[in-house]
């Protein structure tokens, strides 16, 4: 696989930089750019002041979306165990990166843990599974939406009747109605990033 983004202009800069945060918060290492994003960002801001910068929350939401797909690149080392390890080969301005996959990264990305306290947030319901009772709820805190399972103690009809009543609401572009107060239990990725809500209580 080749890949090779003008790393000089504004444009490749972000790429390769966001690209490197996904692999940093996925994986637990950075990808082996001459500098990392943060550099590259803050010289981005002075340089081009019309650059229009992804932030962290869209970076993060990358992370949340291609969690998933990297931790199934690792199936066959340890689900049917055909491989024992797989390598990604990039090369950038002829520079070549190699980023392995084996049990390691998998324990990593797979990894979670959930917090031992309920939070609290506040936000809208923008999808909800009535068999699952799980769903999504924007957070504008983090400005992006996060995916949330309700526990099973609220799994009650009133709390499921301000779920529905909420996401009715989002689908109706409904923005002044007030938004759901919730308490839940975090569940964390390894290098802290929060990865989904275990929602405990919920009011309006």
């Given amino acids: 696989m080749r890949w090779e983004p003008r790393l000089k202009t504004p444009l490749g800069n972000v790429i390769a930089s966001a690209y490197d945060y996904v692999v940093l918060e996925n994986l637990g290492f950075h990808v082996d750019y001459d500098s990392t994003l943060g550099k590259q960002i803050e010289s981005l801001r002075v340089s081009e002041k019309s650059l229009k910068l992804p932030d962290q929350n869209r970076l993060d939401s990358v992370v949340e979306k291609t969690s998933k797909a990297i931790e199934a690149i690792h199936r066959p080392i340890v689900s049917s165990r055909s491989a024992e390890s797989a390598e990604l ?17 998998y324990d990593y990305v797979s990894y979670s843990s959930i917090s031992d306290i309920s939070h609290k947030h506040e936000g809208r319901i ?9 769903g999504r709820i924007f957070l504008a805190e983090y400005n992006r939406s996060l995916p949330f399972e309700l526990a099973e103690t609220a799994r009650v009809d009133r709390v499921i009747s301000l779920v529905t009543r909420s996401l009715y609401r989002s689908a109706n572009r409904n923005t002044g109605d007030p938004q759901l107060r919730i308490k839940a239990l975090e569940v964390l990725s390894r290098s802290g990033q ?3 809500l275990l929602i405990v209580e919920l009011t309006e």
């Fill in 126 to 134: 923008s999808s909800y599974n009535i068999n699952t009772y799980k």
């Fill in 194 to 196: 929060l990865k989904k």
């Fill in 89 to 105: 080969k990039l090369s950038y301005s002829g520079k070549p990166t190699t980023i392995k996959f084996d049990k390691e990264t």
